[in-house]
């Protein structure tokens, strides 16, 4: 590196895998001057169906990845990640922890007129209880449905989005939500977006639907304005992609996740 | 261990999670006499959407774990780690390796009329081509059709392994090797005989469905006893299990895969 001018900080992102992509592109359309750096730790996806002791030492492994790159904020674009390991990180870590647990939470909590919010996540987020504490932490009356939906992540994953067979994997999953009384359900992990058509029709037109990508970019802009972080520089900020394997199939992969917007054509393989 | 007498070694067996299982437990019953050791790098699981490069890796690691508890053979029970790390795993270790495809594919030469075989499996055993260069080199006058299932696995480790939703996904998957008239189907996944009801109903009465497990047992017995490495104590052999991640989740979802015959009860955890 020597010779090179140090380079201006980037907000670290990362997921287990391309998930998180649907948050990075929610910071990205809102902060374009920003560096952006992401990880998908993709030799050890899923995080949702691992325990709490083995997703914080992945978690850890990743944070420590993007430090080395130098980071002026880190962003856990993943649920179960935030739901398990974002104590540990803000503790440990000298910058801004942001995970996507809480700004989903407030905004379910800001939503619901009837007080019932269902939850959605992977086995981990929701034995997590993550979000539970989350909003009883902002509204103690608020009752909290959660379910796993531990097909969702491979659906998506393999570009199954539409038509009969997840219509009756997400009516497995949700017909008891929905039979709560829920007026607000929160997406709680970063694929479920790419499966919202399906989701919508099982729950039905009353049930608003909270996307955590988009709070969590709001939480992020907010961040870093009160703590005067944000770039000054006019110009575009940089787009940095690792993955711990497979880059050819993050990059492929991840591009739907993007909408099309960003290229994403160099992705790096790293080794966490 | 000072103190303690030297242990008989085992016959080693690894997967990337539980569906190995489905090895041990027909390694089991067909040698009630030998020390049995099971490893699920449940951590990393699943191996079959990673690249070559990095199952070799995990691969490696599993057989080094295997081989510091004490192990005369090495039986890799997953079918994407026998397709990308067999050949490593054979020259590097001192003992003999068995894996999945072989076994398989030698079956499926044996058993087909038509010469028109079909292989499933997980994205990285597809890939990877091993299934078609195996039974090329015992009959290359048999076509072999390939199709990728990755919503197979994950259906099998929610449970659902019947009904409606299972057929249409099998049908998605089955439907175009049926019309090829294959009348031989390698189940190249050890998750898939748990699938085998909705795998025959899609296929028809007319297709023999060749399960791995069974052929790999077969292959075991055969080569200690050409080798004269059968255990000759007749008292029962010992069991030994290990994850590297959840021995909780492991010995539940475990215990479907061993048909309950052989108690899952002691699960230990170890970082590989």
Redesign the interface.
């Known amino acids: 590196m020597s010779g090179r001018r140090p380079q201006e900080p980037a907000i670290g992102v990362f997921d287990s895998g391309v998930g998180g992509l649907t948050v990075f592109r929610r910071i990205a359309e809102a902060l374009p001057g920003e560096h952006l750096c992401y990880l998908g730790d ?4 899923p995080y949702g ?3 709490a ?2 997703v914080i030492r992945y978690a850890r492994s990743c944070a420590a990845h993007l430090q080395v790159r130098g980071v002026k904020m880190l962003v856990v674009a993943c649920n179960t990640a935030s739901a398990y390991a974002l104590d540990v990180l803000s503790a440990e870590l000298p910058v801004p922890v942001i995970g996507v647990v809480a700004p989903g939470a407030r905004a379910a909590v800001s939503r619901t007129r009837t007080g019932r919010v269902g939850v959605i996540g992977t086995p981990g987020t929701v034995a997590s209880g993550a979000y539970v504490r989350a909003i009883a932490a902002l509204n103690p009356a608020i009752r909290v449905y959660s379910q796993a939906c ?2 969702f ?3 998506v ?2 570009g ?1 989005t539409t038509g ?2 997840p219509e ?2 997400a009516a ?1 999953y949700l017909d008891k939500l929905a039979a709560k009384g829920v007026d607000t359900l929160v997406l709680g992990c970063t694929h479920y977006p790419l499966l919202r058509g399906v989701i919508a029709n099982v729950m039905g037109p009353g049930v608003r639907l909270v996307d955590s990508a988009k709070e969590t970019a709001k939480a992020v802009v907010e961040t870093l304005r009160d703590r005067r972080m944000l770039r000054t520089d006019t110009r575009p900020g940089r787009r940095e992609f690792y993955a711990s ?2 880059p050819e ?1 993050f990059a492929r992969v991840g591009a739907r996740m993007l909408g099309g917007r960003t290229p994403l054509t160099q992705v790096e393989w790293v080794d966490v």
Chains 1, 2 share one sequence.
Do not use: G, I, Q, Y
């Open positions: 993709t030799a050890r996806v169906t691992k325990s002791d083995t531990p097909l992540v491979p659906l994953e393999d199954w009969s067979v009756a994997v497995r394997d497979a199939t």
